[in-house]
C-alpha cells in the first residue's frame, strides 16, 4: 500500500474541533490524570493504550459512572484471556441507562419507527416507569442476578424494556430477531438455559405481516427451563395458553430496583459463529459494557443530550445492543422496525429526516445500494440535521465513501467503523476531530492497542496483516457461555498469537495511523454484518436427501458487496434443477436466516478437505479472490488437489 499523502475527504473545523467531548475530555484528563495536553488525538490514543489504569479510571470520573461499593485497582489482572477489570466494585447498567430521567423525565429516550416511518415517543420517564414494573414482575417471577432471560422481539420499544429489567434485577439478557428460524434460535438459547421469554406474535417486514406464532410455540416446547412466556401482541392476536400479558407486565408505577452487582456479573450473551459446533455465546460484562460504551459513544461517537442516534439493525445484531447503549450518553434512541428498503431503497433516508437522526449509522451494503440505485439523499430529504453516517457490517469501499459525500453533503463527518460482537465494540473507527480518507477508518480506538501483524508476530505499517489487539478491553469477554475451563474461548483468538488478541480481519495500519479493512481472513461468513458459521449451513443443507456434501464461502467483493456461492455435490442420480436449488433456499431461509440464502448454488465434482477430513473453506476463498493455487494451499495437507482445479477455474472464469 502506498504511503503517500492523499487529500483528506473531508477535514474537521476548528470549531467542531474545539466542541467534540473528546476534546474537552483530553484537556480534562491531562489536567487530572497526566494525559499529554498537546499532540491531539494521536498523543491521547498512545497514552491510552501505554496508560491503562489512568485512561479508563479518567474515563469512569469523566462520565461519573456511579460505583456503589468502591474498586481496588483498574486492572487487577492484565493477562489475556482473563483480565480482571475494577475488582472491588459494584455497579448497574441499567441504572446508568435511565440516569437522564431525573433531570430530561418528558424528554424522548426513545423513537419508534415502523415501515410507515412515523416516529412516536417514549420519554425517559415513561420508560423509566415501564422498567420498573416489569423488574418488580421479573423477581416475582423468581429471576434473580444470573438468572438468563430471553427475546425473540424485533426492534420495538418492547424489548429495550425487557432488557434494562432484566439487567436491573441482575439477570443476563440475550436476544434473536424474529425472522430467525426455530433451530437458529433454540442453537442459541439452548445453550444459556432461559428462565423467561419475551416474544411477539409475529412481525412486519416488506410491507408483509409474518406470524410467528408455530414457531414460538416450538421454541416453548423445546426450552424446558422456561418458567415464564410473555406474549408482545405486536400482530393483535391473543396471548397463548399459559402466556402472560406484556401490558399486564408494565402497568404499575414501580421505581426501579436496581441490583448493585459486581463489575464483571454477566449482562448478555451475544453469538458469533466460527466455522465448527454451535454458536459461540459470548458473555459480556455489565461493567465492562457499561465503560466501554460510555468511551465509545461518548468520545468517538461524540453522542450526548442533544443527540438522536438512528442506527439500522435488528435484536440479533451486536449494532442493537450498541444502540440501547445509546441512553448512556442521555442520547434520544431510535428504533426502527421494518425493511431497511421499503417502501423503495430510501427507506433509512426517510427514517433519518423524519427523527432528526444526528448521528445514522447503516450498512456498507446499503450505502452501496443506494448509490446502484440512484437514491439522492440531500435532494429527496432533509438531513441537514444529520452530522455524521456512520457504517459497519463490512468495509465501507471508496466509491461509497464519494457517494456520501458528493450525494449528503460536501461537510459530512463519515465514519467508517469496525469491530465485532466478540467485544461489542469497535477497534477502530470514528474520531470527530480526525481527517476522513477515502477507503480508510480514522483511527484506532481509544484504549485498544491495534496493531497488524505478520504471521511471526512482527508488527507492520502500510502492509496487509492480521487484526491484533495486544491490550486488554473492558468489553472482552468475560467468558463463552458453557466453556468451562476456557478452551474454547482460549481457541477463539488467543491461540495464533499467545497472549494476544487475534480477531480474524486482514488490516493495513497506514504510516498516517488511519485503518483498511479488508475482510475476513477466516470462513466465517458475514452477511450485513451478521456473522454466521458454515457449519449451521452444512447442517441445514446437508439434511436434503440430495445432496451428499456442501462448501460455502463468503467473499467481499471490491464494489462493497458480499457474493457468498453454496458449492454442493450431489448424491448419486439427484439433479439440480428448480425444484431442487428452491428447496435449499427455503430450507436456509426457514431454518436459518433469511440473510442468509446465497447469491448462487453451484454444483461441484466433490468438495475438497484437508488430510484429517476438515472441509478447506478458507483456500477455496483465497483461490476464488485470484491467489494461485500454489500459494492458495499446502498441496500436501489436501486429500484430493484436482478437486481445486474446479474452483482455480471458476475463479479464472469470473474475473
Same mark, same amino acid.
Given at each position: 500500500?502506498?504511503?503517500?499523502?492523499?487529500?483528506?475527504?473531508?477535514?474537521?473545523?476548528?470549531?467542531?474541533? &474545539?466542541?467534540?467531548?473528546?476534546?474537552?475530555?483530553?484537556?480534562?484528563?491531562?489536567?487530572?490524570?497526566?494525559?499529554?495536553?498537546?499532540?491531539?488525538?494521536?498523543?491521547?490514543?498512545?497514552?491510552?493504550?501505554?496508560?491503562?489504569?489512568?485512561?479508563?479510571?479518567?474515563?469512569?470520573?469523566?462520565?461519573?459512572?456511579?460505583?456503589?461499593?468502591?474498586?481496588?485497582?483498574?486492572?487487577?489482572?492484565?493477562?489475556?484471556?482473563?483480565?480482571?477489570?475494577?475488582?472491588?466494585?459494584?455497579?448497574?447498567?441499567?441504572?446508568?441507562?435511565?440516569?437522564?430521567?431525573?433531570?430530561?423525565?418528558?424528554?424522548?429516550?426513545?423513537?419508534?419507527?415502523? =415501515?410507515?416511518?412515523?416516529?412516536?415517543?417514549?420519554?425517559?420517564?415513561?420508560?423509566?416507569?415501564?422498567?420498573? $414494573?416489569?423488574?418488580?414482575?421479573?423477581?416475582?417471577?423468581?429471576?434473580?442476578?444470573?438468572?438468563?432471560?430471553?427475546? *425473540?422481539?424485533?426492534?420495538?420499544?418492547? &424489548?429495550?424494556?425487557?432488557?434494562?429489567?432484566?439487567?436491573?434485577?441482575?439477570?443476563?439478557?440475550?436476544?434473536?430477531?424474529?425472522?430467525?428460524?426455530?433451530?437458529?434460535?433454540?442453537?442459541?438459547?439452548?445453550?444459556?438455559?432461559?428462565?423467561?421469554?419475551?416474544?411477539?406474535?409475529?412481525?412486519?417486514?416488506?410491507?408483509?405481516?409474518?406470524?410467528?406464532?408455530?414457531?414460538?410455540?416450538?421454541?416453548?416446547?423445546?426450552?424446558?427451563?422456561?418458567?415464564?412466556?410473555?406474549?408482545?401482541?405486536?400482530?393483535?392476536?391473543?396471548?397463548?395458553?399459559?402466556?402472560?400479558?406484556?401490558?399486564?407486565?408494565?402497568?404499575?408505577?414501580?421505581?426501579?430496583?436496581?441490583?448493585?452487582?459486581?463489575?464483571?456479573?454477566? /449482562?448478555?450473551?451475544?453469538? $458469533?459463529?466460527?466455522?465448527?459446533?454451535?454458536?459461540?455465546?459470548?458473555?459480556?460484562?455489565?461493567?465492562?459494557?457499561?465503560?466501554?460504551?460510555?468511551?465509545?459513544?461518548? /468520545?468517538?461517537?461524540?453522542?450526548?443530550?442533544?443527540?438522536?442516534?438512528?442506527?439500522?439493525?435488528?435484536?440479533?445484531?451486536?449494532?442493537?445492543?450498541?444502540?440501547?447503549?445509546?441512553?448512556?450518553?442521555?442520547?434520544?434512541?431510535?428504533?426502527?422496525?421494518?425493511?431497511?428498503?421499503?417502501?423503495?431503497?430510501?427507506?433509512?433516508?426517510?427514517?433519518?429526516?423524519?427523527?432528526?437522526?444526528?448521528? *445514522?449509522?447503516? @450498512?456498507?451494503?446499503? %450505502?452501496?445500494?443506494?448509490?446502484?440505485?440512484?437514491?439522492?439523499?440531500?435532494? #429527496?430529504?432533509?438531513? @441537514?440535521?444529520?452530522?455524521?453516517?456512520?457504517?459497519?457490517? $463490512?468495509?465501507?469501499?471508496?466509491?461509497?465513501?464519494?457517494?456520501?459525500?458528493?450525494?449528503?453533503?460536501? +461537510? /459530512?463527518?463519515?465514519?467508517?467503523?469496525?469491530?465485532?460482537?466478540?467485544?461489542?465494540?469497535?477497534?477502530?473507527?470514528? %474520531?470527530?476531530?480526525?481527517?476522513?480518507?477515502?477507503?480508510?477508518?480514522?483511527?484506532?480506538?481509544?484504549?485498544?492497542?491495534?496493531?497488524?501483524?505478520?504471521?511471526?508476530?512482527?508488527?507492520?505499517?502500510?502492509?496487509?496483516?492480521?487484526?491484533?489487539?495486544?491490550?486488554?478491553?473492558?468489553?472482552?469477554?468475560?467468558?463463552?457461555?458453557? #466453556?468451562?475451563?476456557?478452551?474454547?474461548?482460549?481457541?477463539?483468538?488467543?491461540?495464533?498469537?499467545?497472549?494476544?488478541?487475534?480477531?480474524?480481519?486482514?488490516?493495513?495500519?497506514?504510516?498516517?495511523?488511519?485503518?483498511?479493512?479488508?475482510?475476513?481472513?477466516?470462513?466465517?461468513?458475514?452477511?450485513?454484518?451478521?456473522?454466521?458459521? $458454515?457449519?449451521?449451513?452444512?447442517?441445514?443443507?446437508?439434511?436434503?436427501?440430495?445432496?451428499?456434501?456442501?462448501?460455502?464461502?463468503?467473499?467481499?467483493?471490491?464494489?462493497?458487496?458480499?457474493?457468498?456461492?453454496?458449492?454442493?455435490?450431489?448424491?448419486?442420480? &439427484?439433479?439440480?434443477?428448480?425444484?431442487?436449488?428452491?428447496?435449499?433456499?427455503?430450507?436456509?431461509?426457514?431454518?436459518?436466516?433469511?440473510?442468509?440464502?446465497?447469491? =448462487?448454488?453451484?454444483?461441484?465434482?466433490?468438495?475438497?478437505?484437508?488430510?484429517?477430513?476438515?472441509?478447506? =473453506?478458507?483456500?477455496?476463498?483465497?483461490?476464488?479472490?485470484?491467489?494461485?493455487?500454489?500459494?492458495?494451499?499446502?498441496?500436501?495437507?489436501?486429500?484430493?488437489?484436482?478437486?481445486?482445479?474446479?474452483?482455480? +477455474?471458476?475463479?479464472?472464469?469470473?474475473?
Amino acid at each position: 500500500m502506498s504511503t503517500v499523502n492523499p487529500q483528506p475527504l473531508w477535514q474537521p473545523d476548528p470549531q467542531r474541533i &474545539a466542541q467534540a467531548q473528546i476534546t474537552r475530555f483530553q484537556a480534562w484528563a491531562a489536567e487530572h490524570h497526566g494525559a499529554p495536553a498537546e499532540g491531539g488525538y494521536p498523543a491521547l490514543h498512545r497514552w491510552s493504550v501505554d496508560e491503562p489504569d489512568a485512561f479508563w479510571k479518567a474515563v469512569t470520573e469523566w462520565f461519573d459512572v456511579r460505583f456503589s461499593t468502591p474498586w481496588t485497582r483498574v486492572l487487577g489482572e492484565r493477562a489475556m484471556p482473563g483480565a480482571q477489570w475494577f475488582p472491588g466494585a459494584t455497579l448497574n447498567y441499567a441504572e446508568h441507562a435511565l440516569r437522564a430521567a431525573a433531570t430530561r423525565p418528558d424528554d424522548p429516550a426513545l423513537l419508534h419507527v415502523d =415501515e410507515t416511518h412515523e416516529p412516536r415517543p417514549v420519554t425517559w420517564a415513561e420508560l423509566r416507569r415501564q422498567v420498573g $414494573s416489569l423488574a418488580a414482575e421479573l423477581r416475582a417471577l423468581g429471576v434473580r442476578p444470573g438468572d438468563r432471560v430471553s427475546g *425473540y422481539l424485533p426492534n420495538v420499544p418492547q &424489548a429495550v424494556v425487557a432488557l434494562l429489567a432484566t439487567a436491573a434485577v441482575g439477570g443476563v439478557w440475550t436476544s434473536c430477531a424474529p425472522d430467525f428460524g426455530a433451530r437458529s434460535v433454540l442453537d442459541r438459547f439452548q445453550q444459556v438455559e432461559p428462565v423467561v421469554l419475551f416474544t411477539v406474535d409475529g412481525y412486519r417486514y416488506g410491507g408483509k405481516e409474518h406470524d410467528r406464532r408455530d414457531t414460538v410455540a416450538e421454541l416453548r416446547r423445546d426450552l424446558p427451563t422456561l418458567r415464564a412466556v410473555v406474549h408482545i401482541p405486536l400482530l393483535g392476536t391473543p396471548a397463548p395458553e399459559g402466556a402472560l400479558e406484556w401490558s399486564a407486565l408494565t402497568a404499575a408505577d414501580t421505581e426501579p430496583d436496581f441490583e448493585q452487582v459486581p463489575f464483571d456479573h454477566p /449482562l448478555w450473551v451475544l453469538y $458469533s459463529s466460527g466455522t465448527t459446533g454451535l454458536p459461540k455465546a459470548i458473555v459480556q460484562s455489565q461493567g465492562g459494557i457499561l465503560v466501554e460504551h460510555l468511551k465509545q459513544l461518548g /468520545l468517538h461517537c461524540d453522542l450526548g443530550p442533544d443527540d438522536r442516534f438512528f442506527w439500522y439493525t435488528s435484536t440479533g445484531w451486536m449494532m442493537w445492543n450498541f444502540l440501547v447503549s445509546g441512553l448512556l450518553t442521555g442520547t434520544t434512541i431510535v428504533l426502527y422496525d421494518g425493511s431497511p428498503g421499503y417502501p423503495d431503497t430510501g427507506a433509512q433516508w426517510r427514517v433519518a429526516e423524519r427523527t432528526g437522526a444526528t448521528l *445514522y449509522g447503516t @450498512s456498507a451494503a446499503y %450505502v452501496m445500494a443506494c448509490r446502484k440505485a440512484g437514491v439522492h439523499p440531500a435532494r #429527496d430529504f432533509d438531513l @441537514s440535521a444529520v452530522r455524521c453516517v456512520a457504517t459497519t457490517g $463490512s468495509p465501507l469501499p471508496p466509491d461509497g465513501f464519494r457517494w456520501l459525500h458528493d450525494e449528503v453533503r460536501a +461537510d /459530512l463527518w463519515i465514519a467508517s467503523v469496525s469491530g465485532g460482537t466478540d467485544v461489542c465494540s469497535c477497534f477502530a473507527g470514528a %474520531v470527530p476531530t480526525l481527517p476522513v480518507y477515502v477507503g480508510e477508518l480514522q483511527a484506532p480506538c481509544l484504549g485498544t492497542d491495534l496493531q497488524s501483524w505478520d504471521p511471526s508476530g512482527e508488527p507492520l505499517v502500510d502492509e496487509v496483516g492480521e487484526l491484533v489487539v495486544t491490550n486488554p478491553m473492558p468489553s472482552m469477554p468475560v467468558h463463552f457461555w458453557n #466453556d468451562p475451563d476456557g478452551s474454547r474461548y482460549h481457541d477463539s483468538y488467543f491461540d495464533t498469537y499467545p497472549g494476544v488478541w487475534r480477531h480474524g480481519d486482514w488490516i493495513t495500519v497506514t504510516s498516517r495511523g488511519s485503518v483498511v479493512i479488508h475482510g475476513r481472513s477466516d470462513s466465517t461468513l458475514n452477511r450485513q454484518g451478521v456473522r454466521m458459521g $458454515s457449519a449451521d449451513i452444512y447442517e441445514a443443507v446437508e439434511r436434503l436427501p440430495e445432496i451428499r456434501e456442501s462448501l460455502v464461502i463468503g467473499i467481499e467483493q471490491p464494489d462493497g458487496g458480499y457474493w457468498m456461492p453454496l458449492f454442493v455435490h450431489l448424491a448419486p442420480g &439427484a439433479v439440480l434443477d428448480e425444484a431442487l436449488l428452491a428447496r435449499i433456499k427455503r430450507t436456509i431461509r426457514e431454518q436459518l436466516s433469511p440473510r442468509h440464502v446465497p447469491d =448462487e448454488i453451484i454444483e461441484v465434482p466433490g468438495v475438497p478437505h484437508t488430510l484429517t477430513g476438515k472441509r478447506i =473453506e478458507v483456500p477455496v476463498k483465497r483461490l476464488l479472490q485470484g491467489t494461485p493455487l500454489e500459494k492458495a494451499v499446502n498441496p500436501g495437507s489436501i486429500d484430493d488437489l484436482d478437486l481445486l482445479r474446479f474452483y482455480e +477455474d471458476l475463479a479464472r472464469k469470473r474475473a
